[in-house]
C-alpha cells in the first residue's frame, strides 16, 4: 500500500516531469522559429545584394528605399491610361556603331502617361551614351515601358528604360562609363535635373565598371549619390511631370526589390531629334 509521502512524492514528480516536458517543447519551438527568422533575413539580405547590382544606384540608399514600409493608402493616380501597344523584346549582341555628331545638339522627349518630358542630351561629353540611347529610341525600345522604379526617400529619381519592368533587362550589350567628373556632380551630388545611366556597378569591384544598358534616372531632386553613373542629359521640360508622379508615392515590391511608382508611369512614345 502507497502511503501518503510517497503518493505525494511521486505526485511532485510527475509534475516535474510535465513541466520539463512543456520547457523542452517551447525550447523546440523557439529554436524552429530562430531558423525560420534566420532563414528570412538571409533570403532578405540576399535580395538587397540582387539589388544592389542590378538597379543602379548606391546600396545603402536602396535599403531606406526598400525598408520603407508601404503607405496606408495610395494617393489618386495622377497618369492616364498608356496607349496601345507592347513593350519591346529586341536585343542586340553588341553596342551600336557611332553615329551621333558630337558638335550637334540633341534632344529627347519622352511622351508618357502622365505627360510629356524633355531632355537635352550631352553628345559632347556622353557620346557612347547618347548614341546607345538615340539608337533605342529608333528602334522603339523604350515605347510602351514602364518607368519601374521611384525613389522618393534619401535620393529622388525615376527610373526608366526596361521594357520588362523589372529592373532587370537590357538591350543585350553594355557602354561605358563617361562623364563621370563632370563638374556638375559637385560634393556628390546629382542636381535636380539630372539624366544618368544606371549601371551593375556593385561598389567593389572595377569588372562590374562600363556595364550601363537602357535604363537611366530621372533626378527631380538634389540627390546625395557617387559619381558612378554617367550623367547625359538635363531636364529641359516636364519637372512639374516628375513632381506629379513623386508626389503619389511608390511602393515596395517584393518580388523585384524595386519601388513602384504609384502613378501609372508608362513611356508611349521617346523620340530624338538632332538639331
Known amino acids: 500500500m502507497v502511503s501518503?509521502?510517497?503518493?505525494?512524492?511521486?505526485?511532485?514528480?510527475?509534475?516535474?516531469?510535465?513541466?520539463?516536458q512543456r520547457r523542452s517543447a517551447a525550447q523546440r519551438k523557439t529554436k524552429r522559429r530562430n531558423v525560420v527568422?534566420?532563414?528570412?533575413?538571409?533570403?532578405?539580405l540576399a535580395a538587397g545584394v540582387t539589388a544592389y547590382a542590378t538597379t543602379g544606384l548606391a546600396g545603402a540608399r536602396q535599403d531606406t528605399d526598400r525598408a520603407a514600409p508601404p503607405s496606408p493608402s495610395k494617393a489618386p493616380d495622377p497618369c492616364g491610361k498608356p496607349a496601345k501597344g507592347a513593350p519591346s523584346t529586341k536585343t542586340w549582341?553588341?553596342?551600336?556603331a557611332m553615329s551621333v555628331d558630337t558638335s550637334a545638339s540633341y534632344s529627347a522627349k519622352l511622351a508618357t502617361t502622365c505627360g510629356t518630358i524633355e531632355l537635352k542630351l550631352d553628345a559632347g561629353k556622353a557620346?557612347?551614351?547618347?548614341?546607345?540611347?538615340?539608337f533605342l529610341a529608333g528602334q522603339g525600345y523604350f515605347d510602351h515601358s514602364k518607368c519601374h522604379r521611384l525613389v522618393d526617400q534619401g535620393l529622388y529619381v525615376l527610373q526608366c528604360g526596361d521594357p520588362k519592368g523589372t529592373g532587370q533587362g537590357t538591350p543585350g550589350y553594355t557602354i561605358p562609363d563617361e562623364n563621370l567628373k563632370d563638374p556638375r556632380?559637385?560634393?556628390?551630388?546629382?542636381?535636380a535635373g539630372t539624366v544618368a545611366m544606371a549601371n551593375r556597378y556593385d561598389g567593389r569591384s572595377d569588372k562590374t565598371r562600363d556595364s550601363g544598358g537602357s535604363q537611366f534616372f530621372l533626378v527631380y531632386q538634389?540627390?546625395?549619390l557617387p559619381p558612378n553613373y554617367t550623367p547625359f542629359g538635363t531636364v529641359t521640360g516636364g519637372m512639374d511631370v516628375l513632381r506629379k508622379i513623386a508626389k503619389a508615392g511608390s511602393t515596395p515590391d517584393?518580388?523585384?526589390?524595386?519601388?513602384?511608382?504609384?502613378?501609372?508611369?508608362?513611356i508611349n512614345r521617346a523620340t530624338v531629334k538632332k538639331s
Not at 549582341?93 to 551600336?96: S, W
Not at 557620346?127 to 538615340?134: A, I, L, Q, R
Not at 517584393?254 to 508608362?266: H, L, M, S
Open 4 to 20: 501518503r509521502d510517497q503518493r505525494r512524492r511521486q505526485l511532485a514528480r510527475e509534475k516535474y516531469e510535465r513541466q520539463q
Open 37 to 44: 527568422i534566420a532563414s528570412a533575413v538571409a533570403v532578405a
Open 93 to 96: 549582341k553588341k553596342e551600336p
Open 127 to 134: 557620346p557612347h551614351t547618347v548614341n546607345s540611347f538615340t
Open 185 to 191: 556632380l559637385k560634393g556628390g551630388v546629382y542636381p
Open 222 to 224: 538634389d540627390s546625395k
Open 254 to 266: 517584393p518580388q523585384t526589390g524595386n519601388t513602384a511608382p504609384n502613378a501609372t508611369v508608362v
